[in-house]
């Protein structure tokens, strides 16, 4: 029997966390389950009365610093693989999940020893639609943000397939895709051992693009899944979308993926599009090619204002 633990990762989130986990304890399994919230280093520590848990089993793992997204699943996944995990699911605490979520995703994990990464349909909670009047109220709730990922390495930018679109089964076929978005993605055993880690270097963002290209290279399939669902609140672990941490780890991560995956010309033209944004760019936007260039990775120079 498969053992399956999810990595949740807890940075003055608590709220969300236990709605996320609060999702989790309807989950409808065949098989063991196992959580973990990691503690990023919050402000005030996640705490949880973990015998409200009847479907799983709960661990609370708390980091002393803020390891970022990759750094704070690399403390879950060790755990996990130390304790017996055939597969991990990386997944936001923004997230609620349906009730099938994992048990579909390990059905077609299950169906082929070369499927490393799986994902599901994700669609906006509720009122973080990123155009909210467009939609009617029976429409909310079934607004697309990822049905696939769509890598454009000519110009270093990832699409959601499907994103903003109303679910009228546009994107219900089971079926092979270029990334899985790291707010959930489930992820083999055998997958860690042949290609490793999360890359700390990326602290916040296109560590996932980064994992899946990773993944692909190694000889892997990633399996979009519709039939996975869960509802994403976007960017409330960031707050908002546009943020002054978004501008620094976006800009300065898209720069260190770009240049480890896209072609020649793309590169060249990053480096043209970088001297512009050291002119005319936002603060953050600034400092993230600065740091690029000055290889100062994992969190960086930013700092809360």
């Known amino acids: 029997m498969k053992t399956v633990f999810v ?8 709220a969300n966390t236990l709605e996320c986990l609060k999702s989790l304890n309807n989950q409808k399994t065949s098989f063991p389950l196992c959580v973990l919230v990691v503690d990023n280093g919050s402000k005030t520590p996640f705490s949880v009365n973990h015998n409200n848990f009847k479907n ?12 970022g997204f990759s750094g704070g699943h690399n403390t879950g996944i060790r755990f996990a693989l130390e304790h017996g995990a055939d597969y991990v699911l990386l997944l936001n605490n923004d997230t609620l999940a349906d009730s ?11 169906t082929d020893r070369k499927i490393g990464i799986i994902g599901p349909k994700i669609y906006f909670s509720k009122g973080y639609e990123f155009h909210k009047d467009r939609y009617t109220p029976s429409e909310l ?37 270029q ?52 509802w994403h609140k976007n960017a409330a672990s960031a707050g908002g979308s546009g943020s002054n941490l978004q501008d620094y780890y976006i800009t300065r991560n898209r720069m260190l993926l770009g240049f480890t995956y896209a072609p020649f010309h793309a590169k060249t033209a990053l480096i043209r ?23 100062k990775f994992g969190k960086g120079s930013y700092r809360d204002e």
């Open 7 to 14: 990595s949740i990762i807890n940075y003055n989130g608590t």
């Open 56 to 67: 799983f089993r709960f661990k609370l793992i708390s980091n002393k610093d803020n390891l």
């Open 100 to 110: 099938r979520l994992i048990e579909e995703l390990v059905k077609v994990a299950e």
């Open 141 to 177: 709730g079934k607004v697309i943000w990822y049905a696939g990922g769509v890598m454009d390495w000519d110009n270093v930018l990832g699409f959601h397939r499907g994103v903003d679109e109303v679910d009228k089964g546009q994107y219900d076929r089971l079926e092979e895709t």
């Open 179 to 230: 990334f899985v978005s790291g707010c959930c993605m489930l992820i083999k055993k055998e997958v860690f051992q042949k290609i490793g880690f999360l890359d700390e270097r990326y602290f916040l963002y296109y560590e996932d693009i980064d994992y899946n290209e990773r993944v692909r290279k190694g000889k892997y399939t990633i399996m979009y899944v519709p039939t996975a669902l869960i």
């Open 273 to 295: 599009e970088s001297l512009e944004t050291l002119l005319t760019g936002r603060k953050w936007q600034r400092r993230g090619i600065i740091d690029f260039y000055m290889r």
